[in-house]
């Protein structure tokens, strides 16, 4: 058993309701909605326990609308737990909301939470004040920035005039100015391009080495996750489904990739002949046909050189398995 | 760690100082909403001035007497131009889940939400109203005393909250409905009405602009005790007070509103 104080964050049978107004149709219904106390109990976060020791990355995985959001927000102090023992550094964060984001950093998605008409450095100046750092750890950290990225050129750039990539990573910076026990990134690589998704994580995972901050990483992307967490958790409908190493999960589905091809006609024709032909699962949607190859059964190359005989294939592409198939196969088979 | 009025008062002056470099950098957008502003103030000033060619008086307020009240309604205006500008933004935030982003800060969220802008035009409408102030209070031949202009002080201090929370209350029923636009658009439209004698009203709009909507307390009986020291109403007096309190409410209504919201949206 691991000591409390060990732990940045401590979660033990949290619960989450939120009560959602059952609307009517029309126009008188959306008056009498103004009246009305029929509500329904919605359960975003059902049970969730988990404990995360000061220093790791942890992925936390889900589909949308998983409950990940309201998890980080409980988290952070913004939202009150219905149930359940929460502990974040050892204090409850939603009792003392400004006393927790002292220590934590957020990066939500592509919600910059910088001075928009304002240059990075006025900023990072403006943190410095509201988190009272001292001019001896600014300078510290800004020399430790330096040495990971080239900021320089972003420095005296305006928020507004920088580029998605560029953004994320001044947003990530500015969350670890000022040196917090943990911070919290929701999808930090939404959107860019593989070379920038690739600078941004080796420098979460050099801040994280560094200053030996804990991070809490939401995600879609299974790029993410391999390049940083060691333990992955999974939540789906509120519920958790998984705890553990990634190496673990690996083992089980390390050999999965999705081979996606492109072909003209009607997709759905061409995925149900598919179908007949391969022994995995196939999907379509308008533009893609996706195969969930098992690598172990069939290497990918050959799948394709069978399906180039049989069909004119236009384009291809190779993922990794998302979160989303992974929580499909938890759900069929089990993970043991 | 304790973060003191200093405190906020450092972090504002810091943005205010970088929020006005930024809008300079931006230099024809600056001198055309500049224009723009004064355009307004000569167009409500010459209105005001045809109105008195044709009528004298309003209900005994001789022309410098409404002057006074319109140029203490343009001052006590600025404020909440300048300050809470931000308000009229907040429906889009809320309603586009961006307002999240306000709330891990561990500052006032108020404070940290609305220090976000600051509306350099209404420094315009500011100078334009002290300018029509000081030209009235001499054409009337007013005193000019320490505590005159300590009375005036305070009253438009008064005003000035008097509005602020109106705007507060009103850009804050965006938490609970959608539409909230219109009702933060009605209350900025009845403020055109604050720089008339209440008198002129009839006894409900009188009790609606006093008690309801106060905006009568933006320049109607503040004014009074500088304008008719003999007949100053209770409510008057009171106004420093209600101001405060008005002020107060509105904040703990907005930030209710703010702590019901970040349970909602994701």
Request: glycine letters at 6%; a neutral charge.
């Amino acid at each position: 058993m691991k000591n409390s104080t060990e732990n940045a964050i401590v979660m033990k049978g949290i619960v989450k309701e939120f009560k959602v107004l059952n609307r009517r149709e029309g126009l008188k219904g959306s008056i009498l909605d103004l009246f009305s106390r029929d509500y329904r109990t919605v359960t975003a976060v059902d049970n969730i326990s988990v404990e995360i020791p000061k220093g790791q990355i942890i992925g936390y995985l889900g589909p949308n609308g998983a409950g990940k959001s309201t998890t980080i927000k409980m988290m952070t102090g913004v939202l009150e737990p219905t149930r359940g023992e929460i502990l974040v550094n050892g204090c409850v964060p939603y009792k003392n909301r400004t006393k927790n984001a002292e220590n934590i950093g957020v990066v939500f998605g592509q919600r910059s939470q910088l001075w928009w008409s304002l240059p990075l450095i006025e900023s990072f100046r403006l943190l410095k004040e509201i988190y009272l750092i001292s001019e001896e750890d600014y300078r510290e950290m800004l020399d430790l920035f330096r040495s990971l990225v080239d900021i320089e050129p972003l420095l005296h750039k305006t928020v507004r005039q920088m580029s998605l990539g560029q953004r994320t990573l001044s947003d990530i910076l500015a969350a670890f100015l000022h040196n917090p026990d943990i911070v919290f990134l929701d999808e930090p690589t939404i959107g860019l391009d593989v070379s920038m998704k690739a600078k941004i994580r080796t420098l979460i995972h050099a801040l994280n080495q560094e200053k030996h901050t804990t991070v809490i990483l939401t995600t879609h992307d299974m790029g993410d996750v391999d390049a940083l967490c060691r333990r992955i958790v999974i939540i789906d409908k509120g519920k958790m489904l998984y705890d553990n190493d990634i190496a673990h999960l690996k083992g089980f589905f390390g050999s999965y990739r999705t081979l996606k091809v492109r072909m003209d006609g009607d997709l759905q024709a061409h995925a149900e002949e598919i179908r007949k032909e391969v022994d995995f699962s196939v999907s379509a949607d308008e533009e893609w046909i996706s195969i969930l190859v098992d690598e172990e059964k069939e290497k990918v190359l050959d799948v394709l050189g069978r399906l180039q005989h049989t069909h004119n294939i236009r384009d291809m592409q190779l993922e990794e398995i998302s979160t989303e198939e992974i929580i499909k196969k938890i759900y069929e088979e089990g993970v043991e | 760690m304790h973060r003191s009025i200093g405190f906020y008062l450092r972090i504002y002056g810091k943005i205010l100082v970088q929020d006005i470099k930024s809008k300079m950098s931006y230099r024809s957008d600056f001198i055309i909403s500049t224009i723009g502003m004064i355009c307004t103030n000569i167009a409500g000033f010459v209105s005001f001035w045809i109105l008195f060619q044709n009528f004298p008086s309003v209900d005994g307020w001789g022309y410098y007497e409404m002057l006074f009240l319109y140029g203490f309604s343009l001052v006590s205006l600025t404020p909440v131009q300048c300050l809470f500008d931000n308000n009229w933004s907040l429906r889009i935030y809320v309603y586009s889940g961006d307002f999240i982003k306000y709330c891990f800060r561990p500052i006032n969220l108020f404070f940290y939400y609305q220090s976000e802008i600051f509306d350099i035009k209404g420094l315009g409408q500011l100078a334009f109203g002290i300018g029509t102030l000081i030209y009235a209070w001499a054409k009337l031949g007013l005193p000019v005393t320490v505590l005159m202009i300590l009375k005036m002080i305070v009253f438009l201090i008064t005003a000035s909250l008097i509005m602020i929370a109106l705007q507060n209350a009103a850009a804050a029923t965006c938490f609970w409905i959608q539409n909230s636009f219109y009702v933060l658009d009605l209350v900025f439209r009845f403020k055109d009405y604050a720089k008339y004698p209440i008198t002129i009203f009839s006894p409900v709009f009188r009790f609606i602009f006093t008690f309801l909507m106060p905006i009568a307390f933006i320049a109607y009986y503040p004014s009074l005790v500088i304008l008719r020291p003999d007949e100053i109403p209770l409510l008057s007096w009171l106004s420093p007070v209600i101001g405060l309190v008005f002020f107060y409410l509105s904040y703990k209504f907005w930030m209710y509103g703010a702590m019901k919201y970040s349970g909602t949206g994701s």
